[in-house]
């Protein structure tokens, strides 16, 4: 099973600063790797897929980037409404998929 | 505009078996190619990938859960369901229907949108 190793655990950080969250695997996963956004009370909202491609309606302040074991997932300029939790999530070898255990983004 | 929602009792009694549904609209679960898949997120575990269905009916299931859960289509109702048998505190989770991502008609196996609100399955006596 490939395992995805999240981190930081939590990132305090204002409105308008730069967030850089990264997500590791255990093994390479090419590029099939998704980052999802979850806010307390909602499920998981898709907004990376193949490493880097937005998915639908997903604001141009998001981009992810990696292939093999890194990845990045970067919000240029953050917004009130980005502060939740995002979890990263493979799919190399599907089925399974697995999914890191997540990064808490905090207004500082 | 496609649509999940999962329902289920919310208290299941250690040692019983876990039953939800998965209510689809926008869409029917024998159209192809997709997926459908069910989660479940706890405190203590994360998000972890139960299993799910394709479109033609078959199933494939997380193997860590395999000997437990079942999945399967009502076509008529267009619903998907999950049952769990055997269940102990560690099933306490919220559980979520998903389908495979679509962009204009092409399909992203693996990758999950939309997704239901989610269900709050408490195991307890």
């Known amino acids: 099973e490939v395992v995805l190793t999240q981190s930081p655990a939590t990132l305090s950080l204002s409105p308008g600063e730069r967030a850089t969250l990264s997500c590791r695997a255990s093994?390479?996963?090419?590029?099939?790797l998704a980052w999802y956004q979850q806010k307390p009370g909602q499920a998981p909202r898709l907004l990376i897929f193949?490493?880097?491609k937005r998915a639908t309606d997903i604001p141009a302040r998001f981009s992810g980037s990696g292939s093999g074991t890194d990845f990045t997932l970067t919000i240029s300029s953050l917004e009130p409404e980005d502060f939740a939790v995002y979890y990263c999530?493979?799919?190399?070898?599907?089925?399974?998929?697995?999914f890191g255990q997540g990064t808490r983004l905090d207004i500082k | 505009q496609l649509q999940l929602n999962e329902s289920g009792p919310g208290l299941v009694k250690p040692s019983e078996t876990l039953s939800l549904i998965c209510t689809v609209s926008?869409?029917?679960?024998?159209?192809?190619?997709?997926?459908w898949g069910w989660f479940r997120q706890s405190p203590g575990k994360g998000l972890e990938w139960i299993g799910g269905?394709?479109?033609?009916?078959?199933?494939y299931y997380n193997p860590s859960l395999k000997s437990r859960v079942t999945i399967s289509a009502d076509r008529s109702k267009n619903q998907l369901s999950l049952t769990v048998a055997s269940v102990t505190a560690a099933d306490t989770a919220v559980y979520y229907c998903?389908?495979?991502?679509?962009?204009?008609?092409?399909?992203?196996?693996?990758?999950?949108?939309?997704w239901g609100q989610g269900v709050l399955v408490t195991v307890s006596s």
């Open positions: 998903a389908r495979d991502l679509t962009i204009s008609g092409e399909v992203f196996r693996g990758y999950f949108s939309p």
């Open positions: 926008g869409a029917s679960l024998s159209s192809g190619p997709y997926y």
């Open positions: 269905l394709y479109y033609s009916g078959t199933p």
């Open positions: 093994q390479s996963v090419s590029n099939y």
């Open positions: 193949d490493a880097s």
């Open positions: 999530q493979q799919r190399s070898n599907w089925p399974p998929v697995t």
